[in-house]
């Protein structure tokens, strides 16, 4: 053997002897001296029955370990107090102990231990943060029971009965602060009687937590209000809401917890209960964004409940049966500023007997929702509590579904496209609310929605808005395309239809005075068809003069078809109306009008300003009214009873009906009239006017024949107390221009044999010495070839209606060709015999009363003579009054 390598043996040798000295002597002053050593260079006191040190490897095993804190009130280091059965551990840094005052080891095992820990106080962040008294990288503890305390003194965390392995655990200031009292990477964990108070307002208990091959199964989980509402409300008057949660059983996989981060996999919650109670405070804005996030790879709730109270204890929202199931649910500081605070992959949602309780109440007894489609089966809507000028709705359906091609939200801002949607069998009524739309609405949330297709079916629908129901029964329903998107400077929002189609039967409308009405309504975007129309008033025509303030008509009407062709706009912002024809077969209208009530002292347009006032294009290329009848009835408080005008076989075409608002269009309104008056004598009136003229000028021209005068007596005998006993009116022909101011013309009246009767305030009794001036006075014959006399100078009465004004011209015309310019002289003729009549009767009063004085005092015989030639004379002028 060469001589170094001798060397080399004997001193390795000598240092294997060292080694084996120095561990030997460490581990006698271990034994010996570490408790002592630990009591004055630690803030702990530790014992031990037995210990065993490897100085070359660090490991540790011990036994029979009790430890303590030196000063239990010093909350500036983790307090720590109980026993430990068995000590192991791996790589122990002897260097840490000795010189940091910092234990450290790469594994760690306690066995049964039993300890008391509390938590140092946390250190203002302005002067940094604590390093921890404990580093372990492994920990390994069987059958424990651990309690973990506050600085003061306050429970903060407690298990019993807990079998832990973790990698990488930490138990850090910073992992208090984000209330998560222990951190780690991997773990397997089985224990009982789990208690979690992470603050003044709530306790978390779990009965038992195990895990078996990373998935991990917690038993009766609840969260704990430690308030009754009450003084919840008292002592935290800022907090918006208090939560209560119970989930008997919950599944899942891959746990992590990082510092600001828990991530999970396959999370299964069973049975769980939420009840949340509101205290009516605002929600306070949090100071600084959320630094916290939450990954769930997959999230499943099975049979879940839940509970929302209102301020007041009511509820305001619940529901049972409650499954939901989401994939890849993320949720961190950048889904939290999103409308919807949280991101998703996908997800299914499902549950029974929803109920919603506000304004407005929900109840819903099964609703299925995923991101392509979603279905409700048996929604209720009733009335809630009462909300001053807002509308409510009380309604059933039993079946919505649709499907959807888009929904997502980008820079807040909803973006939805609705494959189709089907609603079936509504029933109920929907009142308007009285509230008048936001002048200034903001901004809305709403970037594009689009709807492709809405079905209504077999459904029974009342709209009622002031106590006025609208009322669709058999309604079927389908609308295409409906888009909603801001207007320009967020002024609202745009509505545009593409196409729609609407059929009901039993149409009814009910206002103050009619009630409305059709058999079979169908509406498109170019067809209207009404059948069986009828407008029929709810009162009698003495209780609608009692009820209206000034004249009204009061109209009853019956229509056995209304059809329309064309083309109309009218859900859009570019509203408009263009039909090629119009159709009113069989209509029969009855309009009565009293003049007992006051005028009404408003100015009425014409017809034209009426039009030119449409606010939108309107234009009706043809309007045909056919085989209709018209009745118009009107009485006066000296009237015995209306006078009436009848129009039969009443047939009407109006050509270019519009509002002068199409560009480009003509604007000149043709109306021709065809019917039988009174049911006597043809009528035909032409009548025309331009929309666009600002000056509203006007013409209207007519033809009657063969009229039997006595046809007008319905109309003329209650007001005049006239009627006409015997004639023909052969011809009457009217020609008149006018505008807003009056009118004039030609009138032309060719009629034979005309008499009349003169009766009394009764209408019965005929008046023979007043018939028979009048009859001395009117033209009985025109004549073969009449001339036509000139209306003019006929002002209108801008409060009265047009008619007023025509019937004013055909009036002045009948005068003229009457009566003409004797009327004058009769008038004087008839004054100036009564006249004479009151003197005669006068002069015979006073007559009596001289002969009475005479007959008592003697007369010559020249007296009685001349006496009895006046007396002649007298009675000579009392029976032919003209004689004077």
Same mark, same amino acid.
């Given at each position: 053997?060469?001589? @170094?390598?001798?060397?080399?043996?004997?001193?390795?040798?000598?240092?294997?002897?060292?080694?084996?000295?120095?561990?030997?002597?460490?581990?006698? @002053?271990?034994?010996?001296?570490?408790?002592?050593? !630990?009591?004055?260079?630690?803030?702990? %006191?530790?014992?031990?029955?037995?210990?065993?040190?490897?100085?070359?490897?660090?490991?540790?095993?011990?036994?029979?370990?009790?430890?303590?804190?030196?000063?239990?009130?010093?909350?500036?280091?983790?307090?720590?107090?109980?026993?430990?059965?068995?000590?192991?551990?791996?790589?122990?840094?002897?260097?840490?102990?000795?010189?940091?005052?910092?234990?450290?080891?790469?594994?760690?095992?306690?066995?049964?231990?039993?300890?008391?820990?509390?938590?140092?106080?946390?250190?203002?962040?302005?002067?940094?943060?604590?390093?921890?008294?404990?580093?372990?990288?492994?920990?390994?503890?069987?059958?424990?029971?651990?309690?973990?305390?506050?600085?003061?003194?306050?429970?903060?965390?407690?298990?019993?009965?807990?079998?832990?392995?973790?990698?990488?655990?930490?138990?850090?200031?910073?992992?208090?602060?984000?209330?998560?009292?222990?951190?780690?990477?991997?773990?397997?964990?089985?224990?009982?009687?789990?208690?979690?108070?992470?603050?003044?307002?709530?306790?978390?208990?779990?009965?038992?937590?195990?895990?078996?091959?990373?998935?991990?199964?917690?038993?009766?989980?609840?969260?704990?209000?430690?308030?009754?509402?009450?003084?919840?409300?008292?002592?935290?008057?800022?907090?918006?809401?208090?939560?209560?949660?119970?989930?008997?059983?919950?599944?899942?996989?891959?746990?992590?917890?990082?510092?600001?981060?828990?991530?999970?996999?396959? /999370?299964?919650?069973?049975?769980?209960?939420?009840?949340?109670?509101?205290?009516?405070?605002?929600?306070? =804005?949090?100071?600084?964004?959320?630094?916290?996030?939450?990954?769930?790879?997959?999230?499943?709730? &099975?049979?879940?409940?839940?509970?929302?109270?209102?301020?007041?204890?009511?509820?305001?929202?619940?529901?049972?049966?409650?499954?939901?199931?989401?994939?890849?649910?993320?949720?961190?500081?950048?889904?939290?500023?999103?409308?919807?605070?949280?991101?998703?992959?996908?997800?299914?949602?499902?549950?029974?007997?929803?109920?919603?309780?506000?304004?407005?109440?929900?109840?819903?007894?099964?609703?299925?929702?995923?991101?392509?489609?979603?279905?409700?089966?048996?929604?209720?809507?009733?009335?809630?509590?009462?909300?001053?000028?807002?509308?409510?709705?009380?309604?059933?359906?039993?079946?919505?579904?649709?499907?959807?091609?888009?929904?997502?939200?980008?820079?807040?801002?909803?973006?939805?496209?609705? %494959?189709?949607?089907?609603?079936?069998?509504?029933?109920?009524?929907?009142?308007?609310?009285?509230?008048?739309?936001?002048?200034?609405?903001?901004?809305?949330?709403?970037?594009?929605? !689009?709807?492709?297709?809405?079905?209504?079916?077999?459904?029974?629908?009342?709209?009622?808005?002031?106590?006025?129901?609208?009322?669709?029964?058999?309604?079927?329903?389908?609308?295409?395309?409906?888009?909603?998107?801001?207007?320009?400077?967020?002024?609202?929002?745009?509505?545009?239809?593409?196409?729609?189609?609407?059929?009901?039967?039993?149409?009814?409308?009910?206002?103050?005075?009619?009630?409305?009405? /059709?058999?079979?309504?169908?509406?498109?975007?170019?067809?209207?068809?009404?059948?069986?129309?009828?407008?029929?008033?709810?009162?009698?025509?003495?209780?609608? !003069?009692?009820?209206?303030?000034?004249?009204?008509?009061?109209?009853?009407?019956?229509?056995?078809?209304? /059809?329309?062709?064309?083309? @109309?706009?009218?859900?859009?912002?570019?509203?408009?109306?263009?039909?090629?024809?119009?159709?009113?077969?069989?209509?029969?209208?009855?309009?009565?009008?009293?003049?007992?009530?006051?005028?009404?002292?408003?100015? =009425?347009?014409?017809?034209?300003?009426?039009?030119?006032?449409?606010?939108?294009?309107?234009?009706?290329?043809?309007?045909?009214?056919?085989?209709?009848?018209?009745?118009?009835?009107?009485?006066?408080?000296?009237?015995?009873?209306?006078?009436?005008?009848?129009?039969?076989?009443?047939?009407?075409?109006?050509?270019?009906?519009?509002?002068?608002?199409?560009?480009?269009?003509?604007?000149?309104?043709?109306?021709?009239?065809?019917?039988?008056?009174?049911?006597?004598?043809?009528?035909?009136?032409?009548?025309?006017?331009?929309?666009?003229?600002?000056?509203?000028?006007?013409?209207?021209?007519?033809?009657?024949?063969?009229?039997?005068?006595?046809?007008?007596?319905?109309?003329?005998?209650?007001?005049?107390?006239?009627? /006409?006993?015997?004639?023909?009116?052969?011809?009457?022909?009217?020609?008149?221009?006018?505008?807003?101011?009056?009118?004039?013309? &030609?009138?032309?009246?060719?009629?034979?044999?005309?008499?009349?009767?003169?009766?009394?305030?009764?209408?019965?009794?005929?008046?023979?010495?007043?018939?028979?001036?009048?009859?001395?006075?009117?033209?009985?014959?025109?004549?073969?070839?009449?001339?036509?006399?000139?209306?003019?100078?006929?002002?209108?009465?801008?409060?009265?209606?047009?008619?007023?004004?025509? @019937?004013?011209?055909?009036?002045?015309?009948?005068?003229?060709?009457?009566?003409?310019?004797?009327?004058?002289?009769?008038?004087?003729?008839?004054?100036?015999?009564?006249?004479?009549?009151?003197?005669?009767?006068?002069?015979?009063?006073?007559? =009596?009363?001289?002969?009475?004085?005479?007959?008592?005092?003697?007369?010559?015989?020249?007296?009685?003579?001349?006496?009895?030639?006046?007396?002649?004379?007298?009675?000579? %002028?009392?029976?032919?009054?003209?004689?004077?």
């Amino acid at each position: 053997m060469k001589k @170094w390598v001798k060397k080399l043996l004997i001193s390795l040798g000598i240092l294997l002897l060292i080694l084996l000295a120095a561990n030997f002597g460490l581990n006698i @002053w271990l034994k010996t001296q570490l408790p002592d050593y !630990i009591k004055n260079n630690t803030d702990y %006191k530790v014992s031990y029955k037995t210990l065993d040190v490897d100085l070359g490897s660090g490991n540790i095993f011990a036994a029979g370990i009790t430890v303590n804190s030196k000063d239990p009130q010093n909350t500036n280091v983790i307090g720590l107090q109980g026993t430990i059965d068995t000590l192991k551990i791996s790589r122990f840094g002897i260097y840490d102990a000795i010189f940091n005052k910092r234990i450290s080891s790469s594994d760690l095992l306690l066995a049964k231990p039993n300890l008391n820990i509390s938590l140092a106080k946390p250190v203002d962040r302005k002067t940094g943060k604590k390093r921890s008294p404990f580093l372990f990288e492994n920990i390994r503890i069987n059958k424990g029971t651990i309690n973990i305390f506050k600085y003061t003194k306050q429970k903060f965390l407690s298990v019993q009965q807990l079998d832990l392995f973790v990698e990488n655990l930490q138990m850090t200031e910073e992992s208090v602060e984000d209330k998560l009292p222990v951190v780690f990477d991997r773990y397997d964990i089985k224990g009982k009687n789990f208690f979690f108070r992470p603050n003044e307002v709530y306790a978390i208990t779990i009965s038992t937590i195990t895990t078996s091959d990373g998935q991990m199964s917690v038993g009766n989980f609840r969260l704990i209000p430690l308030l009754s509402f009450n003084l919840f409300k008292r002592f935290y008057p800022q907090k918006s809401k208090l939560f209560e949660v119970s989930i008997p059983k919950m599944d899942f996989k891959d746990m992590i917890l990082a510092k600001n981060k828990i991530s999970l996999a396959n /999370a299964d919650f069973q049975n769980p209960v939420l009840s949340i109670y509101n205290t009516g405070a605002p929600p306070k =804005k949090a100071e600084k964004k959320l630094n916290f996030e939450i990954n769930l790879e997959d999230i499943k709730l &099975t049979n879940a409940s839940i509970l929302i109270n209102q301020p007041d204890g009511n509820r305001l929202l619940s529901g049972k049966a409650i499954n939901v199931k989401v994939n890849q649910l993320k949720f961190d500081k950048v889904t939290a500023e999103e409308v919807v605070p949280v991101g998703y992959k996908d997800f299914h949602f499902s549950g029974r007997d929803i109920q919603y309780s506000n304004h407005q109440n929900f109840s819903v007894e099964s609703i299925a929702l995923n991101p392509k489609s979603g279905e409700i089966r048996n929604m209720i809507l009733s009335p809630g509590s009462p909300d001053a000028g807002k509308g409510s709705m009380d309604l059933k359906t039993g079946h919505i579904a649709f499907n959807i091609n888009k929904l997502e939200f980008i820079d807040k801002k909803l973006n939805l496209d609705l %494959k189709d949607v089907l609603v079936e069998n509504v029933n109920g009524t929907i009142k308007a609310g009285g509230n008048k739309p936001e002048k200034n609405p903001g901004r809305s949330i709403i970037n594009s929605v !689009i709807v492709r297709k809405i079905s209504l079916k077999n459904s029974d629908i009342v709209y009622d808005k002031e106590k006025q129901p609208l009322a669709f029964h058999d309604l079927n329903a389908t609308v295409n395309t409906i888009e909603i998107a801001p207007k320009p400077n967020n002024q609202g929002l745009s509505f545009k239809v593409k196409d729609y189609f609407l059929t009901t039967r039993n149409f009814a409308y009910r206002t103050k005075f009619y009630n409305l009405s /059709a058999g079979l309504l169908k509406l498109n975007k170019n067809k209207i068809q009404v059948n069986n129309f009828i407008m029929k008033p709810l009162v009698s025509r003495a209780q609608f !003069i009692k009820m209206i303030p000034v004249e009204q008509d009061l109209y009853d009407i019956k229509v056995s078809q209304i /059809a329309a062709d064309g083309h @109309w706009e009218l859900f859009s912002d570019r509203k408009s109306i263009n039909a090629s024809h119009v159709t009113v077969l069989g209509a029969d209208a009855n309009i009565f009008r009293s003049k007992i009530p006051n005028d009404d002292p408003k100015i =009425k347009p014409l017809y034209s300003k009426l039009l030119r006032s449409i606010k939108i294009p309107l234009t009706v290329n043809n309007l045909d009214l056919k085989n209709s009848i018209l009745v118009y009835e009107e009485d006066t408080p000296q009237s015995a009873g209306p006078g009436k005008l009848t129009f039969a076989n009443f047939n009407m075409n109006v050509k270019n009906l519009n509002s002068a608002k199409a560009k480009g269009k003509p604007t000149q309104v043709d109306i021709r009239i065809n019917c039988s008056f009174m049911n006597l004598a043809p009528l035909s009136v032409n009548w025309n006017f331009d929309v666009a003229d600002h000056n509203d000028r006007f013409s209207i021209s007519g033809k009657t024949s063969n009229l039997p005068a006595s046809g007008i007596n319905p109309f003329i005998r209650p007001y005049l107390h006239v009627t /006409a006993t015997s004639g023909t009116i052969q011809e009457m022909l009217f020609n008149f221009k006018g505008n807003p101011a009056g009118l004039h013309g &030609t009138f032309n009246l060719k009629h034979k044999d005309l008499k009349i009767a003169v009766l009394n305030k009764n209408n019965h009794e005929k008046k023979g010495v007043l018939t028979a001036v009048a009859n001395l006075f009117i033209r009985s014959n025109s004549g073969k070839f009449p001339e036509a006399v000139e209306v003019d100078n006929v002002e209108r009465d801008p409060t009265k209606s047009f008619f007023n004004l025509f @019937w004013k011209g055909i009036e002045q015309g009948l005068k003229k060709t009457l009566i003409g310019k004797s009327v004058d002289k009769t008038e004087k003729t008839v004054k100036k015999a009564v006249t004479s009549v009151k003197e005669v009767k006068k002069s015979v009063k006073e007559l =009596k009363q001289e002969i009475k004085a005479k007959k008592e005092e003697p007369r010559p015989q020249e007296e009685k003579k001349e006496k009895k030639g006046f007396l002649k004379n007298v009675f000579r %002028k009392k029976e032919n009054p003209e004689a004077e």
